[in-house]
């Protein structure tokens, strides 16, 4: 029987701690955690900080993430996390998943990680193909880095996750996870390891929220990004100096809709509720748009419209940290009681692969009695 034939529903996501997160995790990841969480459909939801993974790209700069563990724990409850439903963990503090990356390495070559398009672009980017001497050992990736789609397979694994919810570009890393789990139970004849599903944002929109100045995705390192735990004023000024369409000078000018950043958050965060409450002249953003295709609809009008609808949003979120950053303690013994239940969990699953690697010598002892079988076989001949 295989694992995932236990009928157990599993969820693991999480986040690496290196800075505040933001609108585009939270139409990401954030907001469907949380209805999963509220569905009662999962017997386990975890959710992994991953401190392990951020130090493959800041080993020189580990107080980046310490002093970011307890922000992303709050930007967590914040959004509603509940830790009496889910299991906030930090992935350090998991020995398992050290173990369980380290025999998945077996399982992988260097030429299939290669070939990931994550490890791939980050090669490129770094200049792998060649160092400044030639010498291409001089412009390597840290190893840490790639074999990073290992790590994530350990994580994924070790708590026998049915289901990812992840974004579009996490796909290559999913499917990472899924063969290095075919290999292993078919190369150790157990079905110990769970081919995971991936559960993508509904909405296409949200899938890869671009950022406030029209690139591809928000991202912490682009400083393009309007943070959950942002203030009123902070985020309508990065609202009204977002990206929309450069030949849209005039308020009469016909106007572009597509790679129009204000746009894209009205598709990701609008509903018809909003156009009823804050711009009722619109029955809904399809009407917009066609405006707006037209002329005669100005930037500043969409951005103040978009301000309203996010200020809907980003207000109880904000009430909520507030809250939570009066009780730092409490917090931390929600971090401290996840990863000790989560250690618990790994654990069982580390014990069942080291079993199945005939590798668990102090837990089974027929290591002892083929010896003995041995000798007295060879006594008797």
């Known amino acids: 029987m295989e694992a995932k034939d236990a009928g157990r529903k599993v969820i693991l996501t999480g986040d690496r701690p290196t800075g505040k997160l933001h609108l585009g995790h939270y139409v990401g990841s954030l907001q469907r955690r949380v ?67 380290f025999y998945y390495m077996n399982l992988v070559t260097t030429q299939r990680l290669s070939r990931n398009p994550t490890v791939k672009s980050e ?42 919810p992840v974004g579009e570009d996490q796909l290559p890393m999913l499917e990472q996870t899924r063969e290095i789990v075919r290999r292993f139970n078919q190369t150790y004849h157990r079905d110990i390891l769970v081919e995971p599903d991936i559960l993508l944002p509904e909405n296409e929109s949200r899938r890869r929220l671009p950022g406030t100045d029209g690139r591809a995705k928000m991202s912490k390192s682009l400083g393009n990004g309007i943070y959950l735990s942002d203030d009123e004023k902070t985020v309508k000024t990065k609202v009204m100096s977002m990206y929309t369409d450069p030949e849209h000078i005039n308020i009469n000018d016909p106007g572009h809709v597509e790679g129009n950043a204000v746009f894209t958050y009205l598709e990701a965060f609008s509903g018809k509720d909003a156009f009823s409450e804050y711009l009722p002249e619109y029955s809904c953003l399809k009407e917009m748009e066609e405006h707006y295709r037209k002329g005669g609809l100005g930037d500043v009008k969409c951005k103040k419209f978009l301000l309203k609808v996010l200020e809907e949003l980003l207000s109880p979120i904000r009430r909520k940290r507030a809250d939570w950053e009066k009780r730092i303690p409490e917090v931390y013994e929600i971090l401290r009681d996840g990863t000790k239940r989560a250690a618990e969990r790994t654990e069982k699953t580390l014990s069942e692969v080291r079993s199945a690697m005939r590798i668990d010598y102090f837990e089974d002892r027929s290591i002892v009695k083929d010896w003995e079988a041995w000798v007295h076989g060879t006594q008797e001949g």
């Open 35 to 101: 209805e999963l969480q509220n569905s009662g459909k999962f017997d386990e939801i975890n959710i992994l900080i991953a401190d392990d993974q951020a130090l493959t790209d800041n080993w020189d700069n580990p107080k980046k993430i310490r002093d970011n563990i307890i922000e992303v724990t709050l930007d967590y409850l914040s959004v509603g996390i509940d830790p009496e439903l889910s299991t906030i963990c930090i992935q350090s503090a998991l020995p398992a998943l050290h173990s369980l990356s």
């Open 123 to 164: 090669m490129k980017l770094r200049g792998f193909s060649a160092g400044e001497n030639g010498n291409e050992n001089e412009a390597g990736l840290p190893a840490g880095f790639f074999t990073y789609p290992v790590s994530q397979a350990a994580d994924i694994t070790a708590f026998k996750a049915t289901t990812v």
